[in-house]
């Protein structure tokens, strides 16, 4: 069975602090593809970043990176020098036998000027 | 194409009605989804369409619901005899999935259609 688990129900930071949010997942397939969404108070899930589980490389996209690590099973998304604009619920999502997305339940990140 | 269009954006329903939402995927996707989320959740999966068929349905979505692609194009998503526990955001997605081994595409959502039934 699929299983995404996001820990932090909610995260408070300053404006210019760097932010982790965990996502951890669960997957019995070799083949899977790990993705974070955005979605701000407008509703609209913003697409960030998909991740095969052939591909551990970090990424690094502006202020934005991610750390994959199979070990533990996990997928974690830095944001550095963050920015009120950040400011959203954070999704992380899995997608194996190539049929439906699992989400976890999001990390409200908020950040104040 | 300016991305995945669904209409309307909100419905306030009374108990009992029946109400359709449609959604219009990115066109060249060939792959659409339906999904549900409730405050200070995440979405949760109702069903997929690849091209016009459906290929599974959560157990989320009782007989009340129901789902269509017709000719593969936009989709329509039914519930009859609303209750109050229908009342959340549903959410519809498209994405462009290819054979084994060439990889899956990212899912694209729409803006949503926030339900309330009174």
């Known amino acids: 069975a699929q299983k995404v688990t996001q820990a932090q129900t909610e995260i408070s930071v300053v404006e210019k602090e760097d932010v982790t949010l965990d996502c951890v997942y669960e997957t019995r397939d070799t083949t899977y593809y790990l993705f974070w969404y955005k979605q701000p108070p407008s509703g609209e899930l913003v697409f960030l970043i998909r991740r095969n589980s052939f591909d551990e490389q970090n990424e690094i996209s502006g202020r934005y990176s991610w750390n994959f690590q199979k070990s533990t099973s996990s997928f974690n998304f830095t944001i550095t020098a963050s920015q009120v604009v950040d400011s959203a619920v954070y999704f992380c999502?899995?997608?194996?036998?190539?049929?439906?997305?699992?989400f976890g339940s999001g990390t409200k990140l908020n950040v104040k000027p | 194409d300016t991305g995945v269009s669904q209409d309307p954006r909100h419905k306030i329903t009374k108990r009992g009605q029946n109400v359709t939402f449609r959604c219009d995927p990115i066109?060249?996707?060939?792959?659409l989804y339906w999904y549900r989320q409730t405050l200070g959740q995440g979405p949760e999966f109702l069903t997929y369409?690849?091209?016009?068929?459906?290929l599974e349905k959560s157990r989320l979505l009782s007989d009340r619901f129901s789902a269509e692609r017709p000719k593969g194009s936009f989709s329509t998503l039914e519930i009859q005899r609303t209750e109050q526990g229908d009342s959340a955001m549903y959410l519809c997605?498209?994405?462009?999935?290819?054979?084994w081994g060439q990889g899956f595409a990212e899912a694209f959502f729409g803006q949503g259609t926030r339900l309330t039934v009174v």
């Open positions: 066109s060249e996707h060939n792959r």
């Open positions: 997605a498209s994405s462009l999935s290819h054979s």
């Open positions: 369409f690849q091209n016009e068929a459906q």
């Open positions: 999502a899995s997608l194996n036998n190539f049929n439906k997305f699992y």
